[in-house]
């Protein structure tokens, strides 16, 4: 979720644009935050140079993994120095608990975590622990299967008429497709994002129409979700600032869950028609 709160450092417009990384630094930028693949338009940032861009600055580099999951991409081993999930999301899985998670591979920074998460009190209940503790030992069959049933449903959302781009990783026409085959193991996630033709009349009828996708705006449970961006997640982002970074009233975004794929597909069908 984009953040509402002022911005404390320069963002830029998209971190897959690495000359734009570099040129945002600032003798005074302490930290670079990247998000990969992005919410909603599934961006993809190339974790390793953007480590190498941050360390050669003395910046410490953290990495929102939430979209991957631990199962599809690890980013401390790319050289990324703190990593972070919103376990309400894949790790979670099941859409009845909230938490989060940020790990490191540095003792000084995991004491600073420490120290803060102590300080502050930032410490999730018995229950919750319990579980994201039983819905880890499913994460990797889940996420397995929400790559399978994305991967199926961005293809037969390609072939139709009434649909004017398809953005999903694993698909050789994504932009980046290149540098999420590198970086990603063997899938790339349950979130589709495309673009009806047609604008918001045509979005709103499609949310309206689909029976077994349910229009809400979490993610990476095992239910399919759908939602539209621009009147969703993202409506407190100017609407000019909106179209500027490529979310058009004409989008919504699939969280694809673990139901039968061919289900999935002739509800799409259907809410197409
Ligand atoms: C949902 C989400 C968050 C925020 O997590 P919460 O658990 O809702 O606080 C942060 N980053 C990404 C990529 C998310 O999808």
């Known amino acids: 979720m984009m953040s509402m709160a002022a911005p404390i450092g320069r963002s830029i ?8 990384t570099e040129a945002a630094f600032t003798p005074k930028t302490k930290m670079v935050w990247i998000e990969t693949p992005t919410n909603p ?18 910046a410490i580099v953290c990495v929102d993994n939430t979209f991957a999951t631990p ?9 990324a120095d703190i990593v972070s999930h919103s376990c309400t999301k894949y790790i979670g899985g099941h859409s009845d608990v909230i938490g989060g998670v940020l790990i490191t591979n540095s003792d000084e920074l995991g004491e600073r975590l420490h120290y803060i998460q102590n300080a502050v009190g930032a410490i999730s209940a018995p229950w919750d622990c319990f579980l994201l503790l039983r819905s880890t030992k ?3 069959v889940r996420v397995q299967r929400h790559c399978e049933n994305a991967a199926k449903i961005a293809d037969f959302l390609a072939q139709q008429s ?11 026409d994504h932009p980046q497709h290149e540098v999420a085959k590198k970086q990603m193991r063997g899938g790339y996630g349950g979130m589709i994002t495309a673009t009806l033709k047609g604008g918001l009349p045509a979005a709103r009828n499609f949310l309206e129409r689909v029976q077994l996708f349910s229009l809400a705006e979490s993610l990476g449970g095992v239910e399919s979700l759908i939602e539209h961006p621009a009147i969703m997640t993202h409506a407190s982002i100017d609407k000019p600032l909106r179209e500027a970074l490529g979310i058009s009233d004409g989008l919504v975004r699939f969280s694809v869950g673990i139901e039968d794929v061919d289900d999935l597909i002739a509800d799409i069908a259907e809410a197409l028609g």
């Open 138 to 140: 499913t994460l990797h």
């Open 71 to 79: 199962v599809l991409q690890n980013p401390l081993s790319l050289g």
């Open 162 to 172: 009434q649909i004017e781009r398809v953005i999903y990783p694993g698909r050789t």
């Open 13 to 20: 417009k998209s971190s897959s644009d690495l000359d734009a």
């Open 41 to 58: 338009l599934l961006k993809v940032v190339d974790i390793a140079a953007v480590a190498r861009i941050g360390k050669a600055r003395g």
